[in-house]
């Protein structure tokens, strides 16, 4: 039950918004000023007042324990995913949420594990070649292909073919321009028919496909629903299916480009990892796990998660009126120097040590509470298997990389990743 709330709530002054807005700054840096004034902290952007909530304690309420008074709302994605469990609230989230939960626990990715490891085999393949050519790759689309055919052959049991592919990367430029957070930029809405023609033909394909196929895939789980539960009508079909690529594949994509950034500048960390245990063992797949972990906590993809306070509360004593903005930033949280010591250090030995585990909210790269990620533990495998294939074999010499990081609905390198590949046989 909410005691009275009797403190005033800290707040970044109008001058310091108009400094930030004098100077072109990005939404992240005025955040992080916010961030100084405490784990729950105001600022304005313009007439609106937004709450900042960074501290472990503070997060863990909002996602977890009061996730009916800190709703999602109207997500940004909306207009290209319709209905589809991203965007969905309320009842028919729960329905939703309820159908696919059971395909995405440790037992029911074991389903999709060998399309995989199929994909893994693809993008090896590839790499091989481009190791013997010698030439220079852009990782970042490698990456998204692989991402993408893991979802789309555990979707449909069939390779991502260059049509599909052509169709969603144009797609993903809609999806590209989509700010992190609109009311910062006072962006004009981000024209989505184009993007939605291309989404619409590739939900026709994956359906036209799931029929032929002979192993058992997403669409199927989605099909069945459709012919006997009355909610699932074929648009539902589409945006669910369209949810999964759009919400599991630049995701993972960009979290494993981060991760070869990283690991070019801190070579020693592959070396650790490898050396941890022979190929295949537990001690090896936990070092690999870590190195993923560790990236996701200073490049948590979704850096940014909205949520709106339905009700009048309050929040660490501070009132919280009905219908305010609530932001949470697992970006900022993981970069707590009071929750992670030495925060901007690359460490991803503080994964292994049991004895010191986070916080309860100090980590959530995939959220927290009833609207987790669906796909946490599928993107985490698929992550581990690609690593355990690759990072053997290669040594990923970066030649290019952006100087910029971008801010958007996630949080990437702004321009192409070029690496070099040199073979390294154990
Ligand atoms: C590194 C990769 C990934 C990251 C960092 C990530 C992150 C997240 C986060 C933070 C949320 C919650 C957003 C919020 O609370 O506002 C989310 C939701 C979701 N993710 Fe992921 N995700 C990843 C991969 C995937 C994959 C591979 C899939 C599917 C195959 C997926 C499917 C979903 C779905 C369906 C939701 C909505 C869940 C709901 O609202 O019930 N994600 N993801």
Same mark, same amino acid.
């Given at each position: 039950m909410a005691t009275a709330a009797t403190s005033v709530l800290p707040e970044l002054d109008a001058e310091a918004f108009a400094r930030w807005r004098a100077g072109g700054g990005k939404v992240v840096e005025l955040m992080a000023a916010a961030r100084e004034l405490g784990p729950v902290a105001g600022f304005r952007l313009g007439e609106r007042k937004v709450v900042l909530v960074t501290g472990a304690a503070q997060v863990q309420q909002v996602l977890a324990k009061q996730p009916d008074e800190y709703v999602k709302r109207g997500h940004r994605v909306k207009p290209l995913l319709g209905s589809g469990l991203l965007c969905a609230a309320g009842e028919p989230w729960r329905r939703q949420r309820k159908l696919l939960q059971p395909q995405f626990t440790g037992r029911g990715i074991r389903a999709y594990e060998p399309q995989i490891r199929a994909a893994v085999a693809a993008a090896a393949a590839r790499w091989r070649e481009a190791a013997r050519s010698g030439e220079v790759r852009e990782i970042d689309a490698d990456l998204r292909y692989f991402s993408l055919d893991v979802i789309w052959r555990s979707l449909t049991a069939h390779p991502l073919d260059p049509e599909t592919h052509r169709r969603l990367a144009a797609a993903s430029e809609g999806f590209a321009a989509?700010?992190?957070?609109a009311p910062a930029t006072g962006d004009a809405a981000v024209d989505f028919t184009e993007a939605n023609e291309q989404v619409d033909r590739v939900a026709e394909h994956a359906i036209a496909l799931a029929g032929e196929a002979e192993e058992p895939g997403l669409v199927q789980v989605l099909l069945r629903a459709a012919a006997e539960l009355p909610d699932y009508t074929e648009r539902l079909v589409r945006d669910e299916l369209m949810t999964l690529v759009v919400a599991g594949y630049e995701t993972t994509a960009t979290a494993l480009n981060w991760l070869f950034l990283l690991l070019d500048a801190h070579p020693e960390q592959r070396a650790r990892a490898l050396a941890a &245990?022979?190929? %295949?063992s537990a001690e090896r797949t936990a070092a690999i796990r870590a190195l993923v972990d560790e990236t996701l906590r200073l490049?948590?993809?979704?850096w940014l998660m909205p949520r709106y306070a339905a009700e009048d509360g309050e929040l660490d004593g501070f009132p919280i009126e009905a219908g305010t903005t609530v932001l949470l930033s697992p970006h900022l949280t993981h970069r707590d120097p009071q929750l992670w010591p030495e925060p901007e250090e690359f460490r991803p030995q503080r994964f292994l040590?049991?004895?010191?585990?986070?916080?309860? &909210?100090?980590?959530?790269p995939f959220g927290l &509470?009833?609207?987790?990620?669906? %796909?946490a533990q599928f993107a985490v495998r698929e992550m581990v298997l690609l690593l355990e294939e690759l990072l053997p074999a290669y040594r990923v010499e970066i030649t290019e990389a952006p100087a910029e990081t971008a801010y958007r609905l996630t949080v990437h390198p702004d321009g192409p990743v070029r690496a070099r590949l040199h073979t390294e046989g154990e």
């Amino acid at each position: 039950m909410a005691t009275a709330a009797t403190s005033v709530l800290p707040e970044l002054d109008a001058e310091a918004f108009a400094r930030w807005r004098a100077g072109g700054g990005k939404v992240v840096e005025l955040m992080a000023a916010a961030r100084e004034l405490g784990p729950v902290a105001g600022f304005r952007l313009g007439e609106r007042k937004v709450v900042l909530v960074t501290g472990a304690a503070q997060v863990q309420q909002v996602l977890a324990k009061q996730p009916d008074e800190y709703v999602k709302r109207g997500h940004r994605v909306k207009p290209l995913l319709g209905s589809g469990l991203l965007c969905a609230a309320g009842e028919p989230w729960r329905r939703q949420r309820k159908l696919l939960q059971p395909q995405f626990t440790g037992r029911g990715i074991r389903a999709y594990e060998p399309q995989i490891r199929a994909a893994v085999a693809a993008a090896a393949a590839r790499w091989r070649e481009a190791a013997r050519s010698g030439e220079v790759r852009e990782i970042d689309a490698d990456l998204r292909y692989f991402s993408l055919d893991v979802i789309w052959r555990s979707l449909t049991a069939h390779p991502l073919d260059p049509e599909t592919h052509r169709r969603l990367a144009a797609a993903s430029e809609g999806f590209a321009a989509i700010p992190a957070f609109a009311p910062a930029t006072g962006d004009a809405a981000v024209d989505f028919t184009e993007a939605n023609e291309q989404v619409d033909r590739v939900a026709e394909h994956a359906i036209a496909l799931a029929g032929e196929a002979e192993e058992p895939g997403l669409v199927q789980v989605l099909l069945r629903a459709a012919a006997e539960l009355p909610d699932y009508t074929e648009r539902l079909v589409r945006d669910e299916l369209m949810t999964l690529v759009v919400a599991g594949y630049e995701t993972t994509a960009t979290a494993l480009n981060w991760l070869f950034l990283l690991l070019d500048a801190h070579p020693e960390q592959r070396a650790r990892a490898l050396a941890a &245990g022979p190929a %295949g063992s537990a001690e090896r797949t936990a070092a690999i796990r870590a190195l993923v972990d560790e990236t996701l906590r200073l490049y948590p993809v979704a850096w940014l998660m909205p949520r709106y306070a339905a009700e009048d509360g309050e929040l660490d004593g501070f009132p919280i009126e009905a219908g305010t903005t609530v932001l949470l930033s697992p970006h900022l949280t993981h970069r707590d120097p009071q929750l992670w010591p030495e925060p901007e250090e690359f460490r991803p030995q503080r994964f292994l040590d049991a004895e010191r585990r986070p916080a309860p &909210g100090a980590y959530f790269p995939f959220g927290l &509470g009833p609207r987790a990620c669906l %796909g946490a533990q599928f993107a985490v495998r698929e992550m581990v298997l690609l690593l355990e294939e690759l990072l053997p074999a290669y040594r990923v010499e970066i030649t290019e990389a952006p100087a910029e990081t971008a801010y958007r609905l996630t949080v990437h390198p702004d321009g192409p990743v070029r690496a070099r590949l040199h073979t390294e046989g154990e």
